[in-house]
């Protein structure tokens, strides 16, 4: 990890005797989960109820049997779907959990006459009043979006549980009902209405109260989530957003991706002495934060505490994406996570940038080969720009992105041209034609943001399909060259994951496991372009400086990546809308605007 050592805070006198306290959630949310599986199996299949009781309760008067098997049922998937909330130590799920075990107790009892049931869903209410103090996790930001994933989720398990409830009992069918009319069957039971299915004694009734509670319980489930007061996700008030300037006009220059800490998705805490802050975007319960923490390097423990005490007051998982070598170290050393280096940034400085040479041959031959065709290139401030070409700029950047989706979160800031942004760098590429295009002689965009007072951090890549080839390249030599006369010293350019192993695999020499890590990279790029970006970087000779993701566990690292990826822009789990109902964000407030550079930094 490019010497990168984390240094453990010391713990005295600690002695295990047990399960750790911070276990206990996980282990009981296991147990709910395994509870939630006995208590669907005994509404389920009728073969689970077989006691000396089961006789007795045949002949007493009010067919108990039908009632007790939907409770039966609907409790067990309601503790199923409360474990995952239990092992994050969720208040919630633990008062739901404590009403529903007694109750999936009494079903057991009254449907299977079962005392071992019994037992089982009483001994995991015990830990669950004795470590109360253990579930007060505060909610996750959450909004409408849930109810839909919840009525689809639980509309298709309802489905494939109901087609099990009327099959178990295929000994009492009368008949012999083909799958279109078991499937038919289930899906008016969840309606409350009798299917085409039939059964001999009081199995009709089992098999239509449990499908009836299925039913019923997607129903409640979903309306429930679709009208409870939305929590949101945390956002950069104006103040959070002035105070974030301040630090960064003092610290800017210490983190080429400082600036991206201005993105309005963000949430942000501060140090108690507010000279420090690290911004944060929670999905899917993970705490990711991105870069360095903000501010004087003194004061990052005290934003890092503050950092890591409100994952733990939400139990959320923390992880930081693309922080330097002195960002992990500081990391590692004030929380115990631990760092793996994720890849390299390519920064170019402007000093040591010439087209001469053999090196830069190709790179040189596509910039004037693309001069000649008659295309002119522009870099200026966004201040020095008007309205109308700023517009026109923005326009063009959405109309370009080449996906539906969104896409940015660590390398992007997700805004063009927002009037407290007069420091950033456009450059742009002009041709003029006969026939110009809805952008005029528009063809390509690159978007900087300020890196402290004399560098620039490449943030937006963006080209009309119908230009030629080399955009992208023209654009670079053109900002790189017109740097010493904005004050600018040295460009931050896209970020290469796993660049040291794929640089490292095609060396001569390299042992059979470098060989074959980097020829699953090399395979893998087809989808994430991981190979073709490190060798786009490499065209301008940079010097390239690690980035790292900070965890806490190994096991978090699938769930950290997945949220990553969430952030990014390539998972998406909400339904988009329509390009054509889509409101165009205005420049004063934008908040979401991904670009091609977050789509590279992703994991």
Request: a positive charge; glycine letters at 10%; one cysteine or more.
């Amino acid at each position: 990890m490019s010497g990168l050592v984390p240094a453990r805070p010391h713990r005295v006198g600690r002695v295990l005797r047990g399960p750790r306290p911070e276990a206990v959630p996980a282990l009981v949310g296991r147990a709910c989960a395994l509870v939630g599986l006995l208590d669907i199996a005994a509404g389920v299949f009728p073969r689970f109820r077989h006691s000396r009781m089961h006789t007795l309760a045949e002949v007493l008067p009010g067919a108990l049997g039908p009632f007790a098997a939907a409770l039966s049922l609907s409790a067990g998937v309601l503790l199923l779907l409360l474990a995952h909330g239990l092992k994050r130590h969720k208040r919630r799920a633990w008062r739901a959990a404590v009403v529903l075990l007694p109750a999936g107790a009494v079903a057991q009892f009254t449907y299977r006459h079962s005392l071992v049931g019994v037992l089982i869903s009483l001994a995991l209410l015990a830990p669950l009043l004795r470590h109360r103090d253990q579930f007060a996790a505060l909610p996750d930001p959450r909004s409408r979006w849930r109810a839909l994933a919840n009525f689809v989720l639980m509309g298709a398990g309802s489905l494939v549980l109901g087609l099990v409830i009327v099959s178990v009992h295929a000994e009492r069918m009368v008949g012999d009902p083909s799958l279109a009319d078991r499937i038919t069957h289930v899906l008016y039971g969840l309606f409350g209405f009798e299917g085409p299915v039939d059964y001999q004694g009081n199995t009709s009734w089992t098999v239509a109260f449990s499908l009836g509670a299925l039913g019923l319980l997607t129903a409640v489930t979903t309306i429930y989530l679709a009208f409870r007061p939305e929590h949101p996700a945390a956002r950069l008030t104006e103040e959070d957003e002035v105070r974030l300037r301040a630090l960064l006009d003092k610290h800017g220059g210490r983190d080429s991706l400082g600036h991206f800490a201005l993105r309005r998705d963000k949430a942000v805490v501060f140090s108690p002495s507010g000279k420090a802050a690290v911004t944060y975007r929670v999905v899917s319960g993970v705490m990711l934060a991105s870069g360095d923490p903000i501010g004087d390097v003194e004061a990052w423990p005290g934003a890092i505490e503050r950092f890591m005490d409100e994952a733990t007051a939400h139990s959320w998982t923390p992880a930081v994406m693309g922080c330097s070598e002195t960002g992990g170290e500081v990391w590692t050393r004030e929380t115990g996570l631990d760092a793996l280096e994720l890849g390299d940034e390519a920064v170019v400085d402007v000093a040591d940038f010439s087209l001469a040479g053999r090196a830069m041959r190709n790179v040189r031959q596509m910039v004037k080969r693309i001069e000649r065709a008659g295309y002119e290139t522009r870099v200026r401030r966004v201040r020095d720009l008007g309205e109308a070409e700023l517009e026109r700029i923005r326009r063009a950047a959405e109309d370009w992105r080449g996906t539906d989706t969104e896409r940015g979160f660590s390398m992007a800031l997700g805004r063009i041209g927002d009037p407290e942004d007069g420091d950033c760098l456009i450059a742009t590429a002009h041709k003029v034609d006969d026939q110009p295009g809805p952008y005029g002689d528009l063809k390509a965009i690159l978007h900087f943001v300020p890196w402290g007072t004399d560098g620039a951090s490449l943030d937006l890549m963006r080209r009309d399909r119908s230009a030629d080839p080399g955009m992208n390249e023209l654009l670079i030599v053109a900002a790189l060259q017109a740097a010493p006369r904005l004050g600018i010293t040295r460009v931050s350019l896209n970020f290469a994951m796993f660049r040291a192993a794929l640089a490292r695999g095609e060396k001569i020499g390299a042992g059979p496991v470098l060989r074959a890590w980097r020829g699953l990279l090399v395979f893998l790029s087809r989808w994430f372009q991981i190979e073709s970006l490190y060798k786009f970087n490499a065209k301008f000779q940079p010097r390239w400086e690690p980035r790292f993701v900070v965890y806490r566990a190994s096991g978090d690292l699938p769930r950290i990546g997945f949220a990553a990826m969430q952030a990014e822009g390539f998972v998406n789990l909400a339904l988009p809308l329509p390009r054509f109902l889509r409101r165009r964000t205005t420049p004063a407030r934008a908040c979401a605007h991904g670009t091609e550079r977050s789509v590279r930094a992703a994991v």
